[in-house]
């Protein structure tokens, strides 16, 4: 359910809106000045250099305002009457958000304009066969560090897409393994099986293949830990709901 949640399209942003920084490669121009067209990159203070100019911070401008800037110091120095500056990102390194965990293709994503949860998850290809419906969301505001836990396919159904949070570069999303739980004694393919929601201790037989001839229905137990985390073996029924890391056990019949 998960994967088809994250399969959403990302839609196309401006690079007009990002905000320069550290890493990122730029290539400008100067309309009727080719001895000025350069491609650098931005240092770790924000600065670039530029023909006659030297340092330039541009760190944290737009790419129109860094534009605005070099033809305005152009301008002042007395070097151009009429600076025309074009300025093309040709790599984003300073916004982008880490990906990780269950998704198709983990990994480090640009964030070009306004970017939210889901578009992330798209551009890393939704997620696994293994993900879950939990994403954990880590960000960095002003000097503090939040983590928020978003359940995609609740929050879907719900239409509560307040809850698809706004990124930006340095963000770290993970999408969360799917719970387990484990089928053992009499069943067809004994071993670990996803837990899906309100999912019966009957549905958990069925993935494990269902009973073997000698195995019943009616002699069934669950050992789950405690809230001390001792393990606890209990009587089930096939009517009792799943939780996580539960090991269930199916006897033989006694006929």
Known sequence: MAAAVLALGAGVASA??????PGD???????GSPDLSIETRVSESGAITFPLLGQVGIGGLSVAAAERKIGNLLEK???LKKAEVNMIITTLASQQVSVLGQVNRPGRYPVEGRRKVLDLLAM???ASADGGDLISLVRTRDGKTTRETIDVVDMVRKGELDKDYEVAGGDII???RAP???????????GAFRIERG???????????GLTPRGSDSRLRITRRDAAGNPV????????????DDVITVRESWF
Request: charged share 15%.
């Open 199 to 209: 999912m019966t201790v009957q549905q958990a037989i069925s993935a494990g293949g």
């Open 16 to 21: 007009a809106e990002v905000l320069l920084g």
């Open 25 to 31: 490669v730029v290539r400008l121009s100067v309309y």
């Open 124 to 126: 890393a290809g939704g």
């Open 180 to 190: 387990r739980a484990y089928v053992t004694g009499e069943v067809q393919r004994p």
């Open 233 to 244: 073996t209990l009587e089930a029924r096939a009517s009792d709901p799943v939780q996580v």
């Open 174 to 176: 993970f999408v969360e």
């Open 77 to 79: 120095g007395g070097y």
